[in-house]
């Protein structure tokens, strides 16, 4: 079970109490004892702390549908020091280039973490309701340009869901909230398009499974010796949760895919299996709550953040040309997210991931540059001056290092202001 935090309230725990501030259509929906609407739309919206809870809804007088519209403004400054990164939304350790002369600090600003959504539930008091949600970022350029990207956009019914958001083999209620929004590197970071079916089989006991669309990125051999193909087998996850009331939540979650690209060499197509296992749990202790994960894997190098896009789910075969091969990877992260009080808190994480990449050459990614490990810390502060507005104040800390044991460190000061509704 999601914890019942100062920050985010549990996503399947109805009747929490809550109501939203302003309703057109039927003012009384909010008193309504057995369907909450406010409930409802918490239980449609992906588990992210950057959505603000709903404070608008309309509703029609039947209560046959609620919509309501969000948004969210994030401004951010951001001061480096060590190795700058170019990216003021997202602290990346594994993106991390040596700093130029003379360029070994600098302040950046930006508003690229905000967004806008729009959730709709049509038929919410009927067993059969219809869940539409659609967000949309302006995270999508590199630096500080802005282009709209899709965050979410999907369909649920009756614990299924068709559409793009993140894969079932991520455990988001194990992000703890931090300003920066990439987080630790091993944490998963895999929105894709999925049809995938989760629900509660009893008080306790949360199953899922889904078909998602299959994404490959690996490191070809220089020459004409191989190359990606079409992929025609969607990956596979799935996991099994236990909850202990309102106290926490542990999760197992696997995934399984097949990779296929042709060998030029023996002119054929090859396939390789991928596969991983996760552990994740969250867990209240007093004032406290405490967040966990660890992964591992092999050929799954892009379902840990910090690998995603960096070629590393297959390398070539140093000892059979044209041919490829697999790398492992793990790696995991702990938090503890303290509350003073219901309105001020402060997480503090560690993260840690190692890459395990067995020597090649005439690779178009050259060897050397591939991250052989990373170190991720925050800390931070967070007032919640009141249900529209969060105040903080955030220090990151990163490391990396390749496999021609070159290292790269940063640290980070992040100030934010965010107003959402």
């Not at 007088?61 to 003021?88: C, H, M």
């Not at 178009?364 to 001056?385: D, G, P």
């Not at 529209?388 to 990163?398: A, C, L, R």
């Amino acid at each position: 079970m999601q914890i019942l935090s100062a920050w985010e309230p549990a996503a399947h725990v109805l009747h929490c109490g809550k109501k939203i501030d302003f309703i057109v259509g039927n003012d009384s929906a909010s008193n309504d004892t057995v369907v909450n609407p406010y409930d409802v739309l918490i239980e449609n919206r992906p588990v992210d702390p950057d959505f603000a809870r709903p404070h608008f809804a309309i509703i029609d007088k039947e209560q046959r549908f609620y919509l309501s519209l969000g948004a969210t403004v994030k401004a951010i400054a951001v001061a480096d020091w060590g190795n700058p990164y170019n990216n003021p939304s997202d602290f990346k350790p594994s993106d991390f280039t040596q700093a130029t002369p003379g360029n070994y600090s600098s302040l950046q600003m930006s508003v690229k973490s905000s967004s806008i959504n729009l959730n709709v539930v049509g038929m919410p008091k009927n067993k059969y309701r219809i869940g539409l949600f659609a967000a949309l970022a302006f995270n999508g350029g590199t630096g500080n340009d802005y282009y709209v990207k899709c965050d979410h956009a999907y369909i649920r019914c009756m614990g299924l869901t068709l559409g793009y958001t993140s894969s079932v083999y991520d455990d988001k209620s194990v992000d703890a909230y931090l300003i920066d929004g990439n987080g630790a590197g091993a944490s998963g970071g895999h929105s894709n398009m999925t049809f995938n079916w989760q629900r509660y089989v009893s008080k306790s006991i949360k199953l899922g499974v889904g078909i998602e669309l299959p994404r490959v990125s690996f490191t070809q051999w220089n020459t004409d010796h191989n190359q990606l193909v079409n992929q025609n087998i969607p990956s596979v996850p799935l996991y099994v949760q236990y909850d202990w009331d309102e106290i926490g939540h542990v999760r197992l979650s696997s995934v399984v895919r097949t990779m296929t690209y042709r060998d030029y060499i023996e002119n054929c197509n090859r396939s390789l299996m991928g596969c991983g296992l996760k552990l994740t749990s969250n867990f209240k202790m007093g004032d406290a709550v405490g967040y966990a994960m660890v992964q591992s894997g092999k050929g799954i190098a892009n379902y840990f953040k910090d690998n995603d896009g960096f070629s590393l789910d297959l390398i070539p075969d140093y000892n059979n040309i044209g041919q490829l091969k697999r790398t492992s990877s793990w790696g995991g992260l702990a938090a503890v997210q303290y509350n003073y009080t219901p309105q001020m808190f402060s997480t503090a994480m560690y993260g840690y991931m190692r890459n395990y990449v067995d020597r090649y050459a005439d690779g178009v990614n050259l060897f050397e540059q591939h991250m052989k490990y990373e170190h991720y810390a925050a800390v931070n502060f967070i007032w919640r001056a009141s249900s529209f507005v969060d105040i903080g104040i955030e220090y990151n800390y990163g490391f990396k290092k390749n496999f021609a044991n070159e290292s790269l460190h940063n640290n980070r000061i992040t100030a934010m202001f965010k107003v959402g509704f």
